[in-house]
C-alpha cells in the first residue's frame, strides 16, 4: 500500500485508510461502519510504504522520509520504520539524504527526529555522519547528530559526541571527546570543541587542544595551545595561548604566546617572546622573536637573546643562531658572555662557540675603537674554621 502521509491532516487519514490497513501486525480485516470509533480504540497502526512529507510557508519540501514500514502510536505519531530514507532540505534543494536500517521516528511539523543507527550524507561536498539520533531543525538551518559521532569526507575524518551542522555555511562543529584527523596534512587533532569550516577548509579549536603531526605513520611533533586554527589549504597552524611544540629529533621543545606551525617547510615561527628547550643539552635560548627550521635543526632568535647553560654561564645578544646539531652557537650585537667557574665576563660584537664545552669566542666589531672586554671575577678566599 502506498501512503503518502501529510501530518497535519494524520487523523483523518487514519480515519479514512483502518479498514486497509493491517493492525499491530494483524491481518486486514473489513472496514468497520464506524472508522472514528476504531480508531479511538486502537492506538498502535501498521502502515506500509510510507511516505512523511513536510513543507514551508512557500510550499517548498523541508523533509521527506519513506519507509517499507512504520508504527503508528498517538505518543509519537509515528515510530518504529523499518529501512527508513529521508531527504532534508534548505531552500527547496536537498542538502543530507538520511538512511538507517531501523529508526524511532517522531515530527511536530516544526522538526524531525531520528533515532537509531542513522548515516546522513551531504551530496554537495561528501560529508558523511554517522550516529544513533538525528534531529533536523530546518527554520534554524540546524542538523544535529548525537551519540557516537563519525564523522567522514576525503579531506578529514573524526569522532564525538554530538555534531551539529549549518548547511547554508557549511559550518560543523563537533562537540565532546573530538578526535580529528586530516589526510593532506597528515595530523591529529584532540580537543573538546572544534569548528570545522568546510568551504573555506579551516579546522578552529577554540579550546586547549593537541595537535600530533605524523611522518610515515609515527609522530614526529606535536603541538599544543588554548587555541588553534589550522588552513588545510596552505597546511599552516597557528597556535595561540601557553601555544607549545614539542619535537622528537632534535629533542626540542618552542613555546610562546603565539606561534604559526608550517607543516609542508617544517618552520615554526612566532614574533612573540618565544622559549627554546633543548632537552638532552639541558639548554635553554629565550628572545623577543624566534624561528625553528626543523629539517635544518636550527634556530634563530632576534631581541634580548639569553641562552643558558647546565651550569648557569650565559651567552646574552640581539641577534642568535642555534645550530641544534652541532651544538654551537652564534651571537651578535652586544654580545656578553659569562660564566660561574672560573667567574669570567667577555664583552664585545660576536661570538661563536659551544655553550655546553665553556668554549666560547668573543671578538670585538670591525672598528677600530671596538675591542673584547674582559673582566675576571676574583673568588674570596676560604677562611678555615
Known sequence: MNLKTNWCYLPLTICLIFGLVACSGKTPKPAPTNNSETT???????????????ADEAGRP????????????????????????????????????????????????????????????????????????????PKEDLLIVRDKINGTHKQLKAVAQEAKVKTREQRMEFFGGVVANSVDPQMQMRTEHLIWQIKEEKLIGDRPIQIDRYKNNQISDRGRGNSAEVNLKTKIATIQQNAQIDLLDPPVQITSNSMNWNMTTEIATTNAPVRIFHRAENTIVTGDRGELRIPQKTAYLTGNVNAVGKRRQTLNA????????????????????????????????????????????????????????????????????
Open 40 to 54: 479511538n480504540q486502537d492506538s498502535n497502526l501498521t502502515f506500509f510504504d510510507v511516505t512523511l512529507e513536510q
Open 318 to 385: 640581539q641577534q642568535m643562531t642555534w645550530y641544534l646539531d652541532k651544538k654551537l652557537l652564534e651571537a651578535q650585537r652586544n654580545v656578553t658572555y659569562r660564566q660561574v667557574d672560573p667567574p669570567l665576563n667577555f664583552q664585545g660584537e660576536t661570538a661563536v662557540g659551544n655553550l655546553d664545552t665553556e668554549n666560547i669566542v668573543v671578538r670585538g666589531g670591525n672598528n677600530a675603537g671596538s675591542r673584547v672586554v674582559t673582566e675576571i671575577i676574583p673568588q674570596e678566599p676560604r677562611t678555615g674554621n
Open 62 to 137: 523541508v523533509w521527506r522520509v519513506k519507509a517499507k514500514q512504520a508504527q503508528y502510536t498517538k505518543e509519537k505519531q509515528i515510530g518504529e520504520a523499518a529501512n527508513p530514507y529521508g531527504e532534508l532540505y534548505q531552500d527547496g534543494q536537498i542538502v543530507y539524504q538520511v538512511k538507517a536500517e531501523k529508526a524511532d521516528i517522531e515530527q511536530d511539523g516544526k522538526q524531525l527526529f531520528l533515532k537509531g543507527k542513522i548515516v546522513a550524507i551531504d551530496p554537495k561536498n561528501g560529508v558523511v555522519l554517522q550516529g544513533n539520533e538525528l534531529e533536523w531543525r
